[in-house]
């Protein structure tokens, strides 16, 4: 398979670190095609989806185009670092993880003080496993830079999580065999300091997003609570609002 591995790695996103490393270096030129689906399925040995997943990825970080009947053009030697992530679902707040390798930092045992359990929204002394991670994509600097705060009953799949794909959530719960189907979500700004800006490969006191979510099973139980600084430029955040029902001028006016 031409010096692909087996996983963790997806194959797709091997395939795509591989494209972009070659476009970079001016295999494939800016304004040229790319080899057809089936010719990088014979060079990589693998399926026409895993093949579509791969140029997915490269449509997504703008590094080609695709059209029917025109093929995959190259349209820029590299990937843009930002993310756009348009968040309709719980399915869709935690796909956005897919193609990202979580890198776990550190770890420890704790137990939330009268400060942690504030802004966790727990009780005070409930115990926890504190994980610090990166997100990094199959090519260019990490996303984010993560605290999640894991409840110590559902500690044990912590264990497996350093260089998975996907949302580290959705692992968890997986292996407590129950499902998310809630997340409550904060935003903030945040200048990030030294410590931060030198894992996220910026300059300190740069602008950051910072999120804060609480991930919840389907039986109430808290599964994890995460908050991810996001420097400036590196990832947007995009929501739809819609209205849930239209009322007439006189229904409206009845209704209030």
């Given at each position: 398979?031409?010096?692909?591995?087996?996983?963790?790695?997806?194959?797709?996103?091997?395939?795509?670190?591989?494209?972009?490393?070659?476009?970079?270096?001016?295999?494939?030129?800016?304004?040229?095609?790319?080899?057809?689906?089936?010719?990088?399925?014979?060079?990589?040995?693998?399926?026409?989806?895993?093949?579509?997943?791969?140029?997915?990825?490269?449509?997504?970080?703008?590094?080609?185009?695709?059209?029917?009947?025109?093929?995959?053009?190259v349209q820029r030697p590299s990937a843009r670092e930002r993310f756009v992530h348009e968040a309709g679902s719980v399915d869709d707040a935690i796909a956005v993880t897919r193609?990202?390798?979580?890198?776990?930092?550190?770890?420890?045992?704790?137990?939330?003080?009268?400060?942690?359990?504030?802004?966790?929204?727990?009780?005070?002394?409930?115990?926890?496993?504190?994980?610090?991670?990166?997100?990094?994509?199959?090519?260019?600097?990490?996303?984010?830079?993560?605290?999640?705060?894991?409840?110590?009953?559902?500690?044990?799949?912590?264990?497996?999580?350093?260089?998975?794909?996907?949302?580290?959530?959705?692992?968890?719960a997986e292996a407590a065999g129950t499902t998310i189907v809630a997340i409550r979500q904060e935003l903030d700004a945040h200048a990030l300091d030294a410590a931060e800006a030198?894992?996220?490969?910026?300059?300190?006191?740069e602008a950051a997003l910072a999120t804060m979510r609480w991930y919840e099973a389907e039986d109430g139980r808290l599964i994890v609570v995460s908050r991810s600084l996001y420097?400036?430029?590196?990832?947007?955040?995009?929501?739809?609002?819609?209205?849930?029902?239209?009322?007439?001028?006189?229904?409206?006016?009845?209704?209030?």
């Open positions: 398979m031409t010096g692909l591995v087996p996983a963790p790695v997806p194959l797709y996103a091997q395939i795509a670190r591989r494209l972009m490393q070659e476009i970079a270096e001016g295999v494939h030129p800016t304004g040229g095609r790319l080899p057809t689906e089936e010719a990088l399925c014979d060079r990589f040995g693998v399926s026409r989806i895993t093949v579509r997943a791969a140029l997915k990825e490269l449509q997504i970080r703008g590094v080609v185009s695709r059209r029917a009947g025109v093929g995959t053009v193609g990202m390798r979580l890198r776990i930092l550190s770890s420890r045992a704790i137990v939330a003080d009268a400060a942690l359990a504030s802004r966790l929204r727990c009780a005070v002394g409930a115990p926890f496993v504190e994980i610090g991670a990166l997100r990094e994509p199959p090519v260019g600097p990490p996303v984010c830079l993560s605290v999640h705060h894991v409840p110590a009953d559902l500690a044990g799949a912590v264990a497996t999580a350093d260089g998975q794909f996907g949302s580290l959530a959705l692992h968890i030198r894992h996220l490969s910026v300059r300190p006191r420097p400036r430029g590196r990832y947007t955040l995009g929501t739809t609002l819609r209205r849930e029902a239209v009322l007439e001028p006189a229904a409206r006016r009845r209704a209030m």
